[in-house]
């Protein structure tokens, strides 16, 4: 068979099969597609095109929860590399429905300092005076500071992604910590673990990382970097900024999968890929009251992948009791202990 009848019978199977996830999967699609995604990498290309043509898939929560990283030989939905196929196209059908459950908020022009947040499990989208959106995560406040000759935020705590609309006579900054980050032109996220560690993604555009400067300082910063063909100062679109007590540590380039876990919270998901239980736990309590008690090493170090629903706390117990024989526990304050479940004969 020529290699033109076979791509067009792979663009023929895709078609099927993301016509087969809007409507949801059956018991029994359900492992032959994991099959077909994982006998050729053309198919993973070919279904991601399909998906484009729908506007309507909806019928996806089936396919949330954790599941054990070691299960990459079988063939079951949640194998760890099938998952995570899985997991990419999730992210991408659920960027096609464009739906949201944010709420929009524009800042007056007579006012020039204004603050918003979210609470723990709570998202929310800003629309600014300028055009510029902010996306707020979880637990998360800024103060925004607009003047004549300044676009200042300032990110009291949380996490948030700024979309800038462009001004050349007023700089976009984002101060946190003793850090200041400029945007050159940009979209990019800014996560505060705490006063002195920082993470920075750069989806488009490029920002400038510098120490919090006058502005008449920061604008001649600005003209300096900006000048130079590769500036250790400027992450530019793809790339990630780890900072630690202040201090940059490295900034590295992400792949599309990991720019899918990074960015997986606008959709009100989020994405595991090997990291530990203790890992994944840490990042599931940003969105919850709840706390979790894990009983020793063995419980916290096993390697977990998934796709999982932020604030899904009965789906994420259901998992690990179903993949992980792990025992849970409410306890009356408001937390969770988690231990291994004895093996009965």
């Known amino acids: 068979m020529s290699n033109r009848l076979i791509n067009q019978q792979i663009k023929q199977q895709a078609r099927t099969w993301v016509r087969c996830l809007n409507r949801g999967l059956t018991d029994s699609e359900k492992p032959q597609i994991i099959a077909w995604l994982n006998q050729d990498p053309l198919h993973h290309q070919a279904i991601y095109k399909s998906a484009s043509v729908f506007d309507n898939i909806n019928e996806l929560n089936e396919l949330n929860g954790i599941f054990p990283l070691e299960k990459t030989h079988r063939l079951s939905l949640f194998s760890a590399k099938s998952l995570f196929l899985i997991i990419a196209l999730l992210c991408i ?86 850090k200041s980050f400029t945007a050159l032109g940009t979209v990019f996220n800014i996560q505060k673990n705490n006063e002195l560690d920082l993470e920075l993604f750069v ?109 899904d706390i009965n789906g994420l117990l259901e998992s690990l009791a179903n993949n992980f024989n792990i025992k849970y526990k409410f306890n009356a304050t408001n937390s969770i202990q988690l231990s291994k479940a004895e093996n009965h004969s």
Do not use: C
């Open 93 to 178: 059908f659920t960027i096609l429905i464009g739906k949201t459950t944010t709420k929009f908020s524009e800042i007056p022009t007579n006012i020039k300092a204004v603050s918003y947040q979210t609470n723990i499990g709570e998202q929310n989208e800003i629309l600014l005076a300028d055009g510029s959106k902010v996306s707020l995560n979880t637990h998360s406040k800024i103060i925004v500071n607009y003047s004549d000759n300044s676009r200042n935020i300032k990110l009291v705590y949380g996490e948030a992604q700024f979309d800038v609309a462009a001004d050349k006579t007023r700089a976009f900054t984002v101060n946190t910590g003793n």
């Open 203 to 311: 989806s488009e555009g490029k920002v400038l990382v510098s120490n919090e400067l006058p502005s008449n300082k920061l604008a001649e910063l600005i003209v300096t970097e900006s000048q130079k063909h590769d500036s250790t100062m400027i992450t530019t679109d793809g790339e990630k900024t780890i900072i630690e007590n202040s201090i940059p540590q490295q900034t590295f380039k992400l792949s599309h999968a990991q720019v899918e876990q990074e960015l997986s919270w606008h959709q009100g998901m989020l994405i595991f890929k090997g990291e530990t239980l203790k890992e994944a736990l840490s990042e599931v309590s940003r969105y919850t009251k709840i706390q979790f008690e894990i009983a020793n090493d063995e419980v916290s170090n096993i390697k977990i992948a998934g796709y999982f629903k932020a604030g």
